[in-house]
């Protein structure tokens, strides 16, 4: 597929990689069989909304204990001045 051939939820985060209801990123069943999958979820997670993914994942390790206050508060800090940098 060509730029000018892609789908209309090219990169576009909610479309290819929505929040399900157990509160986790899925991609959906139409888009398993896309030949331009994996483009797609790249370019999702390097878009304007990649960063608020990330948050989601440092959040999710601080509430599982895997992570602890002080490493949360930097690699937020560092999202923080990524999106700003955006």
Known sequence: MTDPEK???FGQMEK???MGDDGLRHTPESCMACPEKTPC???AIN??????VQEEKVDRSYRS???G???RW?????LH???KDR
Request: charged fraction near 35%; aromatic fraction near 10%; glycine fraction near 10%.
């Open 74 to 78: 930097a690699k937020k800090k560092a």
């Open 65 to 67: 204990g895997r992570m």
């Open 7 to 9: 789908c209309s939820c």
């Open 81 to 83: 001045q990524l999106k």
């Open 47 to 52: 878009g304007p909304d990649g960063p608020k």
């Open 16 to 18: 290819v990689f929505p």
């Open 41 to 43: 979820l790249r370019e």
């Open 69 to 71: 206050f002080f490493e």
